[in-house]
């Protein structure tokens, strides 16, 4: 398998932006590229990551668009579907084309256009998701996000200020990201403070609804001197599914595709949970972070929350989670944030991350989580 | 890059069916795991080719529920979207999985479910393939695929009955396959009275609406003799990206991305068009299939429709195209077809084409045309 280097990355920021879903794409396409210094090059391949092109933005065979507009034909161009880890998955298919030797310039780029549409309409959507029978008896994806919280809490005897906490860590990261959606910090008082979405879940609990998107230019490992002198190398992949119904899981509190994806990974790269140094974890609710933080092997089962209360993920801590402000304050443009999270990575390891910079990053891992938790991604990279 | 072995495959019956998307990928799923004799294997990933499950079925991350449905976790699992060409796209990802080594045993299926859908809402979905622009003038698929059949038939002289011819062949073809939609022959005065779809096009000129599923097992081909005695070997992926809007194109007769995609599958595969024995082509309008004919270098620019009216195309001819009925008389499940051609290919090389046998084969190609062309797959076969 040849290995494969990231030479390449940018995005948009991350909000409410009034530009449409192939724009976005474009724009971030066009900073990655410039980023690898390799506008003047044919591309072999593209990959976007998106969930709802067609539902949300009437737009199907977005990557071939994608390709037209931004002069890179002939190049093959697919577009990944896997939920709210399409990104991860286009990051993935990007890995794969290189690797095998069939592709080698290869774009990858993810994004989502969701504010324009309304509210009642997105959560239709979004819905689709969910396992059938579990969305008829009233399910969605925050109501199962409080469910989680609420037996975390009780089996671990966790308090929800403890959960919460990720907000106010996330958001004072985000305040330091000038890609985030949200670019100020909340205290703990404003999360336990803000409106009821599903209890134990308030609003800041729970990330935004955003517009965005993100690239990435890949290339074989042997090759990054081309066009870089700080090439990041994808040293691991893991991939896993588990049940669609979360009645049907043992214990809900476990995300066992997490476990089997991030083995995988670690396994593949040849590290283990503590040479990470810095991780984007897919906290789309803060229960979320908690319990990856504990999947991926960071802390033990039922230790992510106190964790986080004695600042071992905050920048600074041990092993710093969502320096970007992860979907909670950078935001969630759900095909985007896959990918936006491996750019965040590439500048943490590249030492281009500003303000946000973990020291001497050289190991980043993600968890990129689609479905609720039935599909999810881990990638591991290192700085060369 | 490892070769790739297809060693098992299976599909529906195309047409009007009772059956949701999931069944249906579901039936075409168990039917290929079946086919390589991997009931009791653990799969590594899976890849579903669909277009339209979020527009026309409201399900999203529809690789996860297929997974979970069939007891493949924790495979990983991604849908790829590609427009029509979405099934060949799939086909080419779990080739990459596999020519990777990331993944060893991996399923590809492809499907769609239409026939639910009201025609008007239908026509809205599948006409955000086309370029902004083109549709607000009033183009759709069956108008553009009429402008390039009088823009060829003047350009090269030949007459609509010629080209209408293939949508005679391909009934006679799908009336020996018993999984075709249409098993009826029609004559030429039978397309020749059918409604007018767009002029020069009519009723029968044009591919149906259809439901079905296809599905393929892909493994190593150093490891294809553990599950089989007759493996097909993948040895060309072709892929490539044309402009999307039809007026933007130099010559419209022409496929670009068609003749892109041929050439490097030639490469790749070490063979030429004068090889190949057998062909699935994308008819989705019976002009279609005499351009490709010419743009995968089976015959000269203009001579396609020529070689239908001398039977060159016909089972018993020099080269058949289409026995399987093609997308005119099998059907056309968007996210199926792709697929379903390869499934065809591997009966054909296998030798268990029953009365569509094409005998001696042992080079198949298969194309398959996303959007009006802009996106284009070529797949080569060669049974071993």
Chains 1, 2 share one sequence.
């Not at 390449?8 to 991350?14: E, N």
């Not at 591309?43 to 009437?58: H, K, Q, R, T, W």
């Amino acid at each position: 398998m040849r290995g494969v280097a990231i030479i390449g990355c940018g995005m948009t920021r991350f909000g409410k932006l009034e530009r449409g879903l192939v724009d976005l794409l474009v724009e971030a396409s066009l900073a990655a590229i410039t980023d690898a210094g390799a506008s003047e090059r044919g591309f072999d391949a593209i990959y976007v990551g998106n969930m709802c092109s067609g539902e949300l933005n009437g737009v199907t065979g977005v990557a071939s668009v994608l390709a037209d507009r931004i002069g890179l034909l002939p190049a093959a161009a697919d577009r990944i579907e896997n939920g709210p880890a399409s990104g991860g998955s286009a990051v993935k298919a990007g890995f794969m084309a290189v690797a095998s030797g069939i592709h080698d310039l290869v774009l990858v780029a993810g994004g989502e256009k969701m504010t324009d549409t309304p509210t009642g309409r997105l959560a239709d959507v979004i819905s689709t998701l969910l396992h059938p029978y579990e969305y008829a008896c009233g399910a969605t994806l925050p109501s199962l996000g409080a469910l989680l919280a609420r037996m975390y809490m009780e089996k671990y005897g966790v308090r929800r200020e403890s959960i919460s906490l990720v907000a106010v860590k996330n958001h004072k990261n985000g305040s330091l990201n000038p890609y985030a959606h949200f670019q100020k910090e909340i205290t703990l008082d404003d999360v336990l403070n803000s409106p009821v979405v599903a209890e134990p879940l308030r609003l800041y609990d729970v990330c935004p609804v955003s517009d965005g998107a993100a690239a990435l230019v890949l290339c074989p490992a042997e090759r990054a001197s081309e066009f870089t002198d700080t090439p990041v190398i994808i040293k691991g992949v893991g991939h896993a599914t588990d049940v669609q119904s979360v009645t049907e899981r043992d214990d809900p509190t476990v995300l066992s595709a997490l476990r089997v994806a991030s083995e995988k990974a670690y396994e593949m790269a040849g590290v283990e949970p503590g040479d990470v140094d810095v991780a984007e974890l897919h906290d789309a609710f803060t229960i979320l972070e908690v319990v990856q933080s504990e999947d991926v092997g960071f802390f033990r089962k039922g230790e992510g929350a106190r964790a986080v209360e004695e600042g071992e993920t905050w920048l600074g801590g041990r092993i710093p989670i969502n320096p970007s402000g992860g979907l909670k304050a950078r935001g969630h443009p759900l095909g985007a944030t896959g990918v936006a999270q491996i750019v965040e990575l590439t500048w943490q390891l590249r030492g281009e991350a500003g303000r946000r910079q973990v020291e001497g990053a050289e190991v980043g891992l993600s968890v990129n989580f689609g479905g609720f938790g039935n599909s999810i991604l881990v990638h591991i990279l290192e700085r060369r």
